[in-house]
């Protein structure tokens, strides 16, 4: 701007302008010492997080390491939005503390989460006070004797920040958000799409309204509104790219962008852990009390009246029927989600049920059978002697079970090593090994494979195979565009999606769809106290 205004001065520059040409200029040197002085007055905000969806129905543990944690000025590196150009990292004082995020997994074991949680506080002691914090978190982490973890870690900020900092959180729609953390947060956003396309725009929508309500002067926001809705879906059957979520989600903007209305969101909840918070909840924040009731009410009413018309995203069925089907398809590749396992649900991750139905089949024994693609079961050791006797060379040992062996034991592998891949962030070394005419990813650490580039990196030529099959549940875009025809298989694990086969002992019933007949519930909005009121 000042460029263009100096630009168009010299432009039409005439001698009587000349005293006004330096008045402008000692106006902008102006300009730069107030910056200075500002600097000291921007909002002092803090950011800290801990993600991760972890199922409690998996014999699976995760541990600190899975978080990755970023510490510091690090943690920026994270965010599109404050890369180094970033209109945001001008607008405040930014104190960054600990951020971790982790695959989806088994439950988070008490000294991990101890420890995030200790490092969070410890860095967060170092700057007091602070106008704001961003927190970044999931929603669904599960810990071991612990009830709504992501209520306990923020309740404990609290402790740290006081009560009058204004908190503005980003969840996963597939957290659960419970009373403790909607009382303890001010601002509260969540994805509005499934697969999360907008997981970045979302997390900046937190940051924006944060700076907003910090530099407006208008602070915590006067009113919000909760209801949780007795609904508990897997988010297999809640993708919004196809109804009824596409219509229920595509009323959320609409409302956020209201006068009087800060933000709201629907959090569909977690199917795989049993607490009393694993529910759907809507909750809508503002000024506007009238407003933020009715829209809250309106939000939660519409996810109950379409609850009957939510369906699995792709024809799901049994392993055996899905094989059948792929096996005379001309449509290639024919994608087979192995569901039940699906490491970013929550499962293990390394079940081999369906690896063993597999190979006990004669149409995939030859070299010259439907090309089969695997993805993938975690076998250090395997890899470990593909790597020694490098590509061409012959393997054998046993793969997957080291976790959930509760479906089918270690499987005997037996095969020629076809590529070899260091330096995986999650994986940290891959192979490729062939068994009749199955090409199966091995790993030395878990790894979900979504994205075509994991597959031709491998070598694998993905689009060219008959059948792909992976550990997910719902494509994210990249397969799912890829896909020539697509099943989704009800296989055994730790996020099995037949819900009537998990033993849920604490959550709240009646609760659809395991009650089917359940009357209709009572959703009024609650309203939750502000941050600073008791
Ligand atoms: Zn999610």
């Avoid at 006070?129 to 961003?134: E, H, K, S, V, W």
């Avoid at 609904?231 to 409302?255: F, W």
């Avoid at 580039?453 to 550990?471: C, G, H, Q, S, Y």
């Avoid at 999606?497 to 959703?523: A, C, E, G, S, T």
């Amino acid at each position: 701007m000042k460029k263009i205004a100096l630009y168009l001065l010299l432009k039409h520059i005439h001698m009587k302008n000349i005293i006004y040409l330096f008045t402008l200029i000692i106006l902008f040197s102006g300009c730069n010492s107030n910056q200075k002085s500002s600097q000291e007055e921007l909002p002092r905000i803090a950011i800290a997080g801990i993600a991760i969806e972890s199922s409690t129905f998996s014999p699976a543990q995760t541990t600190e390491e899975a978080f990755h944690s970023k510490l510091g000025n690090d943690v920026f590196s994270i965010y599109p939005f404050f890369r180094k150009d970033s209109t945001y990292l001008k607008q405040a004082q930014w104190f960054p503390t600990l951020k971790g995020h982790a695959l989806p997994g088994g439950i988070v074991t008490r000294e991990a989460y101890e420890s995030l949680v200790g490092k969070t506080l410890a860095m967060l002691k170092e700057n007091l006070p602070y106008d704001g914090l961003f927190l970044d978190i999931h929603g669904a982490m599960s810990v071991v004797g612990l009830e709504d973890p992501e209520g306990d870690f923020i309740k404990r900020i609290r402790e740290v920040i006081g009560t009058e900092t204004l908190i503005s959180t980003c969840m996963d729609l597939h957290g659960n958000v419970s009373p403790r953390l909607a009382q303890h947060t001010d601002i509260m956003t969540c994805y509005r799409l499934a697969p999360h396309e907008d997981s970045w725009e979302s997390k900046e929508r937190a940051v924006y309204n944060l700076i907003e309500r910090l530099k407006s002067g208008k602070g915590k926001p006067a009113y919000k509104a909760w209801i949780p809705v007795p609904i508990l879906l897997p988010g297999e059957m809640t993708s919004t790219r196809i109804e009824p979520g596409k219509s229920l989600y595509a009323q959320v903007a609409p409302i956020a962008a209201e006068e009087g209305i800060i933000d709201a969101g629907i959090w569909v909840g977690y199917a795989w852990a049993d607490e009393v918070r694993n529910h759907a909840v809507v909750m809508v924040t503002g000024d506007n009390k009238e407003k933020v009731i009715q829209s809250a009410e309106q939000l939660a009413q519409s996810f109950w009246e379409v609850r009957h018309d939510f369906e699995f995203v792709a024809p799901t069925t049994t392993l055996e029927e899905c094989l059948q089907l792929a096996l005379v398809s001309k449509q290639k590749p024919f994608i087979i989600s192995d569901m039940g396992d699906n490491p970013t649900a929550g499962g293990a991750g390394d079940v081999t049920w369906t690896m063993e139905q597999l190979l006990n089949r004669k149409e995939f024994r030859s070299p010259d059978g439907p090309q089969l693609i695997y993805a993938s079961l975690p076998a250090p050791q395997l890899v470990e002697q593909a790597v020694k006797v490098g590509i061409g060379g012959q393997v054998s040992g046993k793969a997957g079970a080291m976790v959930d062996d509760r479906y089918a034991p270690p499987i005997q592998i037996d095969g020629v090593v076809k590529a070899i891949k260091h330096g995986d962030r999650h994986a940290e070394t891959e192979v490729v090994v062939q068994t009749g005419s199955i090409q199966v990813i091995l790993t030395k650490n878990r790894k979900p494979y979504h994205h075509e580039k994991d597959f031709t990196d491998l070598n694998l030529k993905p689009r060219e195979a008959d059948i792909l099959m992976v550990k997910i549940g719902y494509l994210v875009p990249d397969l799912y565009n890829m896909r020539g025809d697509w099943r989704m298989a009800l296989t055994p694990g730790g996020v099995d999606q037949d819900m009537n086969r998990l033993p849920y002992k604490n959550i709240r019933r009646p609760m659809f769809p395991l009650d089917q007949d359940m009357k209709d519930p009572n959703l009024s909005a609650q309203l939750i106290p502000l941050s600073n009121k008791k």
